[in-house]
């Protein structure tokens, strides 16, 4: 158990709409990391989080938005769900202390499917 | 940018064969490496780690060395078994703009067959 936990374990909704996904990162963990994997893209960076503040983004289209609230949870919110969205979307987190050497904690992942 | 190549998958052993996975990197400065291990319907964990040039990385059999000269970090495992079927990601941490960043490599699936 990483400590990280991801809720729903698995979502099925249809093509045009909108789901919210939501990570709790582990105890004292202030950076908190959302990855898509999809077979044909492998895991890619969507974006970081650190104590509430954006602090870097990768491959996140602009449908797709995320926020982290001041208890620390973070949500990523998928619109306008097309079928190619459908993957494995994993959240992780970090220890923020300077001698962070970039190790990650993975929660179990959100399965979505769009039909 | 900082960048990971894998040796591509999937890979199909007998139990008690020898594993090697190929990882090369590309970074600027000096990036931390890891394997990580994605067991079937499970999340990412770290396998192992190492933080500089030279340092061995062990865990659970697994073994990796970081060399700078050849900017690799090649996973080795001496006698595989079954339960070690999974996927595997190389992984480089680097600073992107004073923030840690993981990059991770494309994943190769390790098939141990009895």
């Known amino acids: 158990d990483s400590g990280v936990t991801q809720t729903p374990k698995h979502l099925i909704t249809a093509t045009g709409q909108r789901v919210t996904l939501r990570c709790s990162p582990r105890?004292?963990?202030?950076?908190v990391y959302w990855y898509q994997q999809s077979l044909d893209q492998g895991l890619q960076f969507l974006i970081q989080?650190?104590?509430?503040?954006?602090?870097a983004k990768g491959n996140i289209l602009e449908r797709f938005s995320a926020q982290q609230f001041p208890d620390l949870h973070s949500e990523l919110n998928l619109s306008s769900l097309e079928l190619g969205d459908s993957a494995l979307y994993f959240c992780a987190s970090s220890v923020a202390t300077s001698g962070n050497t970039g190790e990650l904690f993975f929660g179990e992942g959100s399965r979505l499917t769009v039909l | 940018g900082d960048s990971v190549t894998q040796m591509e998958g999937p890979v199909t052993l007998s139990e008690e064969a020898f594993l090697t996975i190929n990882c090369t990197y590309t970074?600027?400065?000096?990036?931390?490496l890891f394997w990580y291990v994605q067991y079937p319907g499970e999340g990412l964990q770290l396998l192992l780690k190492?933080?500089?040039?030279?340092d061995k990385g062990s865990n659970k059999g697994f073994e990796a060395t970081y060399r700078k000269e050849t900017t690799s970090f090649h996973l080795e495992k001496g006698s595989v078994q079954v339960s070690d079927s999974a996927v595997y990601f190389c992984?480089?941490?680097?600073?992107?703009?004073?923030?840690?960043?993981?990059?991770f490599g494309s994943g190769t699936q390790l098939t141990v067959l009895p």
């Open positions: 105890s004292g963990d202030l950076s």
């Open positions: 989080y650190y104590n509430g503040e954006e602090r």
């Open positions: 992984a480089l941490s680097g600073l992107v703009r004073a923030a840690r960043q993981l990059t």
């Open positions: 970074a600027t400065g000096y990036p931390s």
């Open positions: 190492a933080t500089k040039a030279d």
